[in-house]
């Protein structure tokens, strides 16, 4: 495995106790999945301590491996053009609802709801929404993030629809 072409996620101490899926966090694994898709290798490092993890970590930036985050940002940056103009035919301004469509967005990318009916994950979009309006109390967050996880949805079937085909 180059180390260039890793994406890598180190998971530490606090955070552990949030994986699941033998280690992944729930809310990442769209991530590995698209670094998968791309050819990419992904690493993935446990540490029982933050110390322990910070060392791994700059072992592996140090390699040429690519943090989650980074990965992250890679990703939106190739889904980014696409979604901009499709949610401006809507009438509606991409750069100044883009934080919480991208937001939205990432959340319908959770595994936990995947493969489910709308009806049957609005409950968590709604937590997931709440969650965004505390952290941005007075901005209008509700139409752009319910937007972006509607479009997440839709974004994850046609993916999905894409693997069906190719296999």
């Avoid at 180190?10 to 590995?32: Q, T």
């Avoid at 979604?83 to 595994?111: P, V």
Wanted: hydrophobic residues 35%.
């Amino acid at each position: 495995m180059g180390a260039a072409g890793a994406t890598v996620g180190a998971v530490a101490g606090g955070k552990i106790e949030k994986a699941s899926y033998d280690g992944l966090p729930e809310d990442e694994i769209f991530l590995y999945e698209d670094a998968l898709r791309k050819g990419r290798s992904v690493l993935i490092a446990l540490s029982d301590d933050e110390p322990s993890a910070a060392s791994v970590r700059d072992i592996l930036k140090q390699a040429g491996a690519e943090s989650v985050d980074a990965a992250r940002e890679q990703w939106w940056t190739g889904l980014r053009n696409s979604e901009e103009s499709r949610y401006e035919k809507s009438g509606r301004s991409f750069s100044e609802d883009e934080e919480f469509f991208r937001l939205g967005f990432q959340a319908a990318m959770h595994a936990r709801t995947r493969c489910m009916e709308f009806d049957q994950v609005s409950g968590e979009m709604n937590a997931a929404l709440e969650d965004v309006q505390r952290q941005y109390p007075g901005k209008q967050v509700e139409e752009p993030f319910t937007r972006g996880f509607r479009r997440g949805r839709e974004h994850y079937q046609q993916l999905c629809d894409e693997q069906s085909r190719a296999a």
